[in-house]
């Protein structure tokens, strides 16, 4: 079971989230750039725990920030997409803008990673194999075929897994 099977019980929890971010005038799109701004907070942080910088950074405290920051960039993503069920301003436009905007905090988080442990290799690897399996899931949607979102690891499941990964790796580095 991935964590996409879970999105009904999420979308049930978002609820208050989407009445807020409503009645303060949130955009749907204005939610995703939030949430792209957490991920480039992500990305930062797991880059300066592993790297000394001036005196800053080389902290594995920053790992368990990174990870809340994951968690954040996780939860508005959900929060964009039903607020703009609610608003009843769903479009194709926007969900183009929500995937391009998703893979762009993909490759910052995983790029923070990387760079905080010196592998870029590794997050070269990474970064690619995430933006293939969105294309091809893209590419399937183009053709006439079904998308799948989840699929064996979909986005979700990445998001826990560097978020409880970190979490872990702040307790233990």
């Known amino acids: 079971m991935t964590l996409d099977a879970l999105r009904p019980l999420a979308e049930r929890l978002l609820d208050p989230f989407v009445e807020a971010a409503d009645r303060v005038g949130l955009t749907p799109d204005g939610v995703s750039i939030i949430a792209f701004g957490f991920a480039i907070l992500a990305g930062v942080a797991y880059a300066l725990a592993g790297i000394e910088v001036s005196g800053l950074g080389g902290d594995p405290r920053l790992y368990a920030v990174g990870a ?17 069920r609610q608003q009843g301003v769903d479009s194709m436009a926007g969900d183009l803008l929500d995937h391009v905007i998703d893979r762009y905090a993909d490759i910052v988080i995983i790029a923070g990673l990387a760079a905080g442990v010196e592998g870029y290799l590794l997050g070269f690897l990474a970064v690619t194999g995430v933006v293939m399996t969105s294309y091809l899931g893209t590419q399937a949607q183009a053709v006439g075929l079904d998308r799948v979102y ?14 409880l990964v970190t979490a872990v790796a702040a307790v233990y580095t």
Request: no cysteine; net charge negative.
């Open 68 to 84: 809340g920051f994951v968690v954040l960039n996780g939860w508005m993503d959900l929060l964009d997409g039903a607020l703009a």
């Open 150 to 163: 989840g699929g064996l690891v979909g986005r979700a499941d990445r998001l826990a897994i560097i978020g």
